[in-house]
Every structure is written in C-alpha cells, then in structure tokens.
C-alpha cells in the first residue's frame, strides 16, 4: 500500500507537474492571478518549497535531475533541480515540448525542431498537418497523427500521407 510522504495545497490551478530525482515541479496559476499568470514551483522529496519562478511552466523532465520549463515569452531553458539555468533555447518561441529517447522535439503552430538534451539543434521543419503540430507520436524519425477521419504520417524532409482511414466509430467523441 502506498505511504502519503507528505502533501501540499495551493489556491488556484495548478495544472502540471514534473518529477525529477531529487526535485518536484509544479506549474500552477495562484489564486486571484491574471490569465497566463503561471508560477513554477520546487519542491524537495520530503515537501519543502525551494525556489519559485514567476511565469515559468513544466515542459519535459530531463536525465541528472534537470528540466525543460518554459518562461512567459516561451523560450524554453534547461534548468537543474536549483533553478540554475544550464541551456537557452535560441530558434524560436516554443508552446509544446516532448522527449523521446535523447531528442527533444519542440513546436508552435507552424514549426517543428529537433534538438538533443542540451537544447542544441539538429534540424527544423514546417508543419504540414492544419491542426498545429502534434508530436506526441514520434518513431523512426516519422511523426503520426490523426486528423479528421485518417492516420496521417510524415518524415521531415518529405511530403505527408495518409497511412489508412479510421472507423468512423474508432474516431467519434
């Protein structure tokens, strides 16, 4: 059975949250803030606050106990479990971010980016899908992704293409 080591309770929205080895983040909106208004978080294992960041949210859990957060601008910064800023992202302004493997794959409505765990580049690609970028679904170098009634799928570098359609009942809400 699992043992409450400790709890915290915040007013406001807290919508996020990363573990680390040594350290929590949480991204929440406090109570009475104005829209957008985010606060990052940390916290110790044994629920102590350590630090926080006005306009900073969670983005990706990083290997050593280090993150990907976003600022208020949506710059992405690879920080340690201090808030010591280790990497800056330099390309572009980011809304979504995932890991997958030792590549971090970074994207706004229109632009995708690859970078390694360190936030250096190794390539960059317009999204072809018209819903914005959904790189939750990355294998071999292909993103996959559904839209409408099909599973779309492209490799950067190529032209995208419907891999098959979608049972109407599989898709309907």
Same mark, same amino acid.
């Given at each position: 059975?699992?043992?409450? #080591?400790? +709890?915290?309770?915040?007013?406001?929205?807290?919508?996020?949250?990363? #573990?680390?080895?040594?350290? *929590?983040?949480?991204?929440?909106?406090?109570?009475?803030?104005?829209?957008?208004?985010?606060? #990052?978080?940390?916290?110790? #294992?044994?629920?102590?606050?350590?630090?926080?960041?006005?306009?900073?949210?969670?983005?990706? +859990?990083?290997?050593?106990?280090?993150?990907?957060?976003?600022?208020?601008?949506?710059?992405?910064?690879?920080?340690?479990?201090?808030?010591? *800023?280790?990497?800056?992202?330099?390309?572009?302004?980011?809304?979504?971010?995932?890991?997958?493997?030792?590549?971090?794959?970074?994207?706004?409505?229109?632009?995708?980016?690859?970078?390694?765990?360190?936030?250096?580049?190794?390539?960059?690609? +317009?999204?072809?899908?018209?819903?914005?970028?959904? *790189?939750?679904?990355?294998?071999?170098?292909?993103?996959?992704?559904?839209?409408?009634?099909?599973?779309?799928?492209?490799?950067?570098?190529?032209?995208?293409?419907?891999?098959?359609?979608?049972?109407?009942?599989?898709?309907?809400?």
């Amino acid at each position: 059975m699992p043992i409450v #080591l400790w +709890s915290q309770t915040l007013e406001g929205e807290c919508p996020d949250l990363l #573990l680390g080895e040594d350290r *929590i983040l949480l991204h929440c909106t406090p109570a009475g803030a104005e829209q957008g208004g985010t606060e #990052l978080v940390c916290y110790d #294992l044994a629920g102590g606050e350590r630090w926080t960041e006005p306009g900073w949210s969670v983005l990706v +859990s990083l290997p050593g106990d280090r993150f990907l957060v976003n600022t208020s601008d949506g710059s992405p910064l690879v920080i340690n479990g201090d808030g010591g *800023i280790s990497h800056r992202w330099q390309a572009g302004d980011v809304e979504w971010a995932r890991r997958h493997g030792d590549v971090l794959l970074l994207a706004d409505k229109q632009q995708v980016w690859a970078a390694d765990l360190e936030l250096r580049p190794v390539w960059q690609a +317009s999204w072809p899908g018209q819903s914005g970028s959904a *790189i939750d679904c990355f294998v071999g170098g292909t993103f996959y992704w559904v839209a409408g009634d099909s599973l779309w799928r492209w490799t950067p570098g190529g032209e995208p293409d419907i891999l098959c359609g979608l049972p109407t009942d599989l898709i309907a809400g």
